[in-house]
């Protein structure tokens, strides 16, 4: 099946810094990449779509300048989460769909962010 | 009103019960549909995907489709302990799989031993 993979898989900051969270499609070329984040028990919340070499396209209301997303390669997508504060403590997950296989979105194990 | 509407429970039952869980949507243009299984603090993991009415099976997992009607369900048989888990439900409209999902809440089910 196809295989997503996250790191980290939990990280800790101080409020003010940088987190870069990386998100792998490990078998299969991953033109679509997609991010989310999920509070508790809730449900799924699309921040943004990226696609293999174009900017990423933002959801209304994610600042696109806080969430930085490159899909510099077809097996590789980050998050950046820049300057961060505690109100960005949240689950991060991402998701792939692309070409050799996979007919929908495969997803990632997701990264825990906790911001101090 | 939501899009797709999905019981958020919380669900208990028995083990080795039959669980039904149900989807219903408003907007007839999603045509493929997808159960996907998320366990806590992990990401989710696609249990069925399916893109015309009827049912499909998969061992213990059969996923039903009914267009006219929107709604959508689960079967799992013979339920066990390592089911319990967070299910959503997911579609989308377009047949690329780049296209953006629609979820559900998600329904927290607990299989007790």
């Known amino acids: 099946g196809a295989v997503v993979s996250q790191h980290p898989s939990w990280v800790i900051c101080k409020s003010g810094t940088s987190v870069k969270i990386e998100c792998r499609s490990l078998?299969?070329?991953?033109?679509?990449m997609f991010w989310y984040r999920q509070f508790p028990k809730q449900s799924l919340m699309l921040m943004a779509t990226?696609?293999?070499?174009?900017?990423?396209?933002?959801e209304q209301g994610v600042e696109k300048d806080k969430f930085l997303i490159n899909h510099a390669s077809l097996t590789l997508s980050t998050l950046t989460v820049t300057s961060a504060h505690p109100e960005d403590s949240s689950f991060y997950i991402c998701?792939?769909?692309?070409?050799?296989?996979?007919?929908?979105?495969?997803f990632g194990p997701g990264t825990r962010l906790t911001v101090l | 009103q939501k899009e797709v509407e999905q019981d958020p429970g919380p669900l208990s039952v028995p083990e080795g019960a039959i669980v039904s869980l149900n989807c219903t949507y408003s907007?007839?243009?999603?045509?493929?549909f997808m159960w996907y299984r998320q366990y806590s603090r992990k990401g989710p993991e696609l249990l069925m995907y399916?893109?015309?009415?009827g049912n499909k099976e998969d061992g213990r997992f059969t996923a039903q489709v009914d267009k006219s009607s929107k709604y959508i369900s689960l079967f799992i048989r013979d339920s066990q302990p390592s089911d319990s888990a967070t299910y959503l439900c997911?579609?989308?409209?377009?047949?690329?799989?780049?296209?953006?999902?629609?979820f559900g809440e998600g329904t927290q089910l607990t299989v007790n031993p």
């Open positions: 399916t893109y015309s009415s």
């Open positions: 907007n007839s243009a999603f045509q493929y």
């Open positions: 990226s696609n293999e070499g174009s900017k990423a396209t933002y």
């Open positions: 078998d299969f070329q991953a033109t679509t």
């Open positions: 997911a579609m989308r409209r377009s047949e690329t799989s780049g296209s953006r999902l629609t």
């Open positions: 998701s792939a769909s692309g070409t050799g296989g996979p007919s929908t979105q495969y």
